[in-house]
T-cell receptor, first 116, second 116 residues
Framework: DGGITQSPKYLFRKEGQNVTLSCEQN?????MYWYRQDPGQGLRLIYY???????QKGDIAEGYSVSREKKESFPLTVTSAQKNPTAFYLC???????????????FGPGTRLTVL | AQSVTQLGSHVSVSEGALVLLRCNYS??????LFWYVQYPNQGLQLLLK??????LVKGINGFEAEFKKSETSFHLTKPSAHMSDAAEYFC??????????????FGKGTLLTVNP
């Protein structure tokens, strides 16, 4: 079945540590996205990538980094510079990020990160 | 600033009653419009979307939404609530982020509770 996988489902981090969240898709989508979800805040865009080897900052990129070396993969690193990283992280993909109207985004199951 | 507003962070209905979840947006041009549903600790699932054409859109699980340009609204309805509809619902709008670029902007969500 085609879809988006995120791992791990739950992740615990000590303060000062970097952690990397995995996102893989087999939908052959060009565009991929990372969102952060906090209670009552909706989804906020961290980074997005419209094509391999290219990515753009979203609304809350500080303290995060990404790479897009393969079409299928878009890992997110939460660095020690992120002051409040405890949240639910969602990865999504769409057929083409495009420079026009946005296509439908399809979401993975999420990773819940807790800082101890 | 362009925005998406979901009126009511929490809506409670009885089983069998009408479900009405409200979404308004601000945009100078008609956008693409989406409704997503999220069950606890899961990713988002697309319920329905409006792009062009017929303004009444039917989605999965008996939900539908009507795009009203004059009211800049895209409210979600279901004639008869089921217990399985209890979840959080997000309205999303593709809005111009500068030049010819568009991004998906989410409302803060509405938690739907269904009482037996």
């Amino acid at each position: 079945d085609g879809g988006i996988t995120q791992s791990p489902k739950y992740l615990f981090r000590k303060e000062g540590q970097n952690v990397t969240l995995s996102c893989e898709q087999n939908l052959n989508h060009d565009a991929m996205y990372w969102y952060r979800q906090d209670p009552g805040q909706g989804l906020r865009l961290i980074y997005y990538s419209q094509i391999v080897n290219d990515f753009q900052k979203g609304d809350i990129a500080e303290g995060y980094s990404v790479s897009r070396e393969k079409k299928e993969s878009f890992p997110l690193t939460v660095t020690s510079a992120q002051k409040n990283p405890t949240a639910f992280y969602l990865c999504a993909s769409s057929i083409g990020g495009g420079w026009g109207i946005v296509d439908t985004q399809y979401f993975g199951p999420g990773t819940r990160l807790t800082v101890l | 600033a362009q925005s998406v507003t979901q009126l009511g962070s929490h809506v409670s209905v009885s089983e069998g009653a009408l479900v009405l979840l409200r979404c308004n947006y601000s945009s100078s041009v008609p956008p693409y419009l989406f409704w997503y549903v999220q069950y606890p600790n899961q990713g988002l699932q697309l319920l329905l979307k409006y792009t062009t054409g017929a303004t009444l859109v039917k989605g999965i699980n008996g939900f539908e939404a009507e795009f009203k340009k004059s009211e800049t609204s895209f409210h979600l309805t279901k004639p008869s609530a089921h217990m399985s509809d209890a979840a959080e619902y997000f309205c999303a709008v593709s809005l111009n982020s500068g030049g010819s670029n568009y991004k998906l902007t989410f409302g803060k969500g509405t938690l739907l509770t269904v009482n037996p």
